[in-house]
């Protein structure tokens, strides 16, 4: 069979396959060993077949839904002003594909737990690969379209060889794609599994330093080269490599950023996580990057470049689906808008005041006007409800900012009676330290959710407000409570983090700067000015 010079060596191997898949499949009969596919094997791995006997483990990523048309609004991107022309943070949506018959309120997507490795990209080939010690190597060097092929070679041998095997929904089976920007960091932030606040942090929450789930530029790290898949920590849904190694490429195309969403101009294509080479301070789980899908030598090719897939399933899989969806969307509310950015509230009462000024019929005109003043007093309904519950999320944080001052406070009487070398109050200190670091995570979560549902002008209106009616109510010290409750969203919306190491260094900082050095002198010396 011959090729076409000008179709690509691994594109054409994968045409070739196509035709034979069997014969390859069967003369490699042998399983590979789980370390080559899966390294660090975990509860509720979905692990799928591969040609020539080989194998790919994927994690479950599950996003909450109450119905078909339900999604999650995330916060995707950073506050790193540098790189805030690509990416500068910005309302996305994300949602699963696959319902779970047994538990309704989420549906599933998954993804690849590792990196595609050079044994697993060779497996969809004419031939079946014999493995090496570059096995588990991740498979870098390959353009977008060999990606995208070797997504479409497997979703095909899967279906002629594992179908039954495979998860569905209504009926149809999954296949194999590569990820949308927010699958891909949607599950690298951790998903569900990690609060709003360590869900918007530059990284996934880290027991350990950096080095011990990532690979990264320097001799403490990658050393420069690329490592085996798996070998690190995972993240919080058990994704390995997830940042660092090889950048992955995505289904995305590539725009830059204009404030709080994507401009017009689609490039190349989206590529994600840092690689080996990327120093350590540059790697964060908004990193993103434009692979351009040809250079000077024809179709590009990167060395620090690879990719994960995802295995999901159709949007309508079935006319029943269709009809589903239809009865779902039947019963949206007509309208509703990001809270990541300022709602423009006007703008119906414009269009119904312009299509009343071109009206002639004074009865159809009249009733326009009178639409227009039911529309205003729904929002002004709506907005009321809105401020309300600024309000109350503020006074939430301002409630946790006091507990935080008044455990803490606690915190460094224990620590003078210990140092005083009292055993019995010293053994009570790290129980009561884990305590407030749980209140801090209260604390971040609730900044987070205020910055994330309204806009700045609605917080500084409602922190106003809330100040006026504690002061009426002779609450002063609540009152300039919410002084620091704006002061710390202001900075967690700045840097993009509020680490909860540094909340309570301030609030010791904050406590021994006050009367309570003179109370407890051998606690706050090290918190002194």
């Not at 805030?84 to 994300?94: H, L, P, T, V």
């Not at 224990?414 to 005083?420: D, G, K, Q, W, Y």
Request: charge should be neutral; charged fraction near 25%; glycine fraction near 8%.
């Amino acid at each position: 069979m011959t090729m076409p010079r000008s179709i690509p060596f691994r594109f054409a191997a994968l045409l070739l396959a196509s035709l034979l898949w069997p014969a390859a499949a069967g003369a490699a009969a042998t399983p590979w060993p789980e370390d080559l596919y899966n390294p660090a094997p975990a509860a509720g791995d979905l692990v799928l077949p591969m040609p020539c006997g080989g194998a790919m483990a994927f994690r479950p990523v599950v996003v909450p839904a109450k119905d078909l048309l339900d999604d999650r609004r995330i916060a995707v991107g950073g506050t790193e002003e540098s790189v805030g022309y690509k990416e500068n943070q910005r309302a996305d949506f994300i949602a699963g594909g696959f319902s779970d018959p047994k538990e309704k309120g989420k549906r599933t997507y998954y993804i690849g737990k590792y990196e595609v490795s050079r044994l697993q990209l060779a497996s969809v080939g004419a031939e079946c690969p014999t493995p090496d010690d570059d096995s588990r190597l991740p498979a870098v060097s390959l353009t977008w379209r060999e990606a995208s092929d070797f997504a479409d070679a497997y979703t095909v041998w899967l279906l002629a060889n594992a179908r039954k095997d495979l998860p569905k929904e209504a009926g149809q089976a999954g296949f194999v794609r590569l990820p949308t920007e927010a699958e891909w960091e949607y599950a690298a932030r951790g998903g569900a599994l990690v609060s709003e606040a360590d869900f918007a942090a530059p990284l996934f929450p880290m027991a350990e330093p950096l080095s011990a789930y990532a690979y990264y530029g320097g001799a403490e790290s990658s050393n420069n080269e690329l490592q085996w898949i798996g070998l690190l920590q995972p993240n919080p849904l058990g994704l390995h490599d997830v940042l660092g190694n090889a950048s992955e490429l995505t289904a995305e195309l590539f725009r830059l950023n204009r404030l709080s969403r994507l401009h017009g101009q689609a490039g190349g294509y989206v590529v994600r996580g840092g690689d080996y080479l990327t120093g350590g301070s540059l790697i964060r789980s908004a990193a993103r990057d434009e692979f351009p899908p040809y250079d000077d030598r024809g179709p590009r090719r990167q060395k620090t470049v690879g990719f994960r897939v995802v295995f999901v399933p159709p949007v309508l899989p079935s006319p029943e689906r269709v009809r589903e969806v239809q009865a779902v969307w039947g019963k949206l509310p007509e309208s509703g808008g990001s809270t990541l950015s300022e709602p423009v509230q006007d703008d119906p009462l414009k269009e119904i005041e312009t299509l009343a000024g071109a009206v002639q019929d004074p009865q159809v005109r009249q009733r326009l006007k009178g639409l227009g003043a039911v529309v205003a007093a729904n929002i002004k309904t709506r907005n009321d409800q809105r401020d309300r519950a600024a309000r109350a999320s503020l006074n939430l944080a301002t409630w946790l900012a006091g507990n935080l001052r008044v455990d803490t406070r606690k915190i460094l009487g224990l620590e003078e009676t210990a140092a005083l070398g009292n055993e019995v109050v010293r053994a009570r200190i790290p129980n009561d330290i884990a305590a407030l670091r749980g209140t801090i995570g209260y604390y971040r979560d609730t900044l987070r959710y205020l910055l994330n549902d309204y806009p700045r002008t609605v917080r500084e209106e409602q922190a106003r407000v809330l100040r006026q009616e504690l002061e009426a109510r002779q609450a002063t010290g609540q009152a300039v409570l919410v002084e620091a409750v704006t002061r710390d969203s202001e900075r967690y919306q700045r840097d993009g983090d509020l680490p909860a190491d540094q909340v309570e260094l301030q609030l010791r900082r904050e406590l021994c700067a006050g009367e309570v050095s003179k109370a407890f002198p051998s606690a706050c010396r090290p918190f002194r000015r």
